[in-house]
């Protein structure tokens, strides 16, 4: 059994243009877990820490675009706001990212902990450079019709 302080840590960088939103979530749940480490243990932190740049060039299948919502609730009778993704891609797609991963973490203090090691950037710039982040290519780029 790994503890978290016996862990080595490392910073993966991810270029989520043109990757598709459910599989780049995937992979970087997986590095912020630790599961592709010896090491895993379940119920410790043992993952590394991951840079997610290019989030406004993330792809979608199907119809998510229009289809899929976004809800936010104010506790006020009526008070539900629904969002589409074409919006949320348009305001705030280092949210989008985030919310994605998010979901694919464990829902204890443990996901809010993994979560705090995902740095999301709408561009190609991020201020992480002197940490000397590995590149990982993530596979299932969407393929362009045509």
Known sequence: MAKTGDV????????????????????????????????????????????VINANRVRT????????LYNSY???????KQ???????AKRPEYVVRHAVKGMLPKN?????????LRVYAGSEHPHSAQKPKVIAVSGAAKKKG
């Open 8 to 51: 080595a840590r490392a910073w993966y960088l991810i270029d989520a243009q043109d990757q598709i939103l459910g599989r780049l979530a995937t992979r970087v749940a997986s590095i912020l877990r630790g599961k592709d480490k010896v090491t895993f243990t379940p119920h410790a932190d043992t993952g590394d820490e991951v840079i």
């Open 61 to 68: 299948t199907g119809n998510k675009l229009e289809d899929k």
């Open 74 to 80: 104010s506790a006020y009778p009526g008070g539900l």
């Open 83 to 89: 969002t589409p993704l074409k919006t949320m891609m």
């Open 109 to 117: 203090k443990l996901g809010a902990k993994l979560l705090k090691k």
